[in-house]
């Protein structure tokens, strides 16, 4: 089976613009999880979706959102970049059998705000 | 912010030698997972733990699942170069779907 999928892998954008970007998770998982990996706070959970639903979200301003399709591709948005905003931003997939969840990350969308 | 305290931080070993690092809490998590990030790359799995007390190995590496439920310990044997990187502990309680708590990591570096 294919990993995750992220694209793009790396991104430059100037303050005030927005971004998107997108996750295609494991065939056959529909549980996809953001996260946002910076040297100072470390990795830090953004919001869950499933089944086009989201399930969890985290401490972070309305600026970020996400969405989910039927395919249960994903993407997140983060709206009026900061320049506090760079990061390797992290998409996951989960299955959860009935030993328990794995979660597996995609490669990351560096994104640098200039 | 994080809830799990990982430690040591960094770890600068010979080739050959063992390795231990762990993961507390102050809450309880029902699954613990462990995590090797290379740069710029995202983290992957090593090895998920379900029980209290439970104890799984993946080659050279051992993970333990505390039996308090507040933490977890990783031991990697016979380190080898390869194992240079970074790993995370993570956490997941049982009502909060898929989102995973993470340790601050621990950057390995091996001397060959």
Redesign the interface.
Known sequence: KAGVTQTPRYLIKTRGQQVTLSCSPISGHRSVSWYQQTPGQGLQFLFEYFSETQRNKGNFPGRFSGRQFSNSRSEMNVSTLELGDSALYLCASSLKRTSGVKQFFGPGTRLTVL | ??QLNQSPQSMFIQEGEDVSMNCTSSSIFN?W?W?KQDP??????LI?L?KAGELTSNGRLTAQFGITRKDSFLNISASIPSDVGIY?C?G?KET??????????TQLTVNP
């Open positions: 912010g994080q699954t997972l995590y710029g790359e995202g983290p992957v799995l998920a379900y995370f993570a997941l909060s779907g898929s989102r995973l708590t993470f340790g601050e990591g």
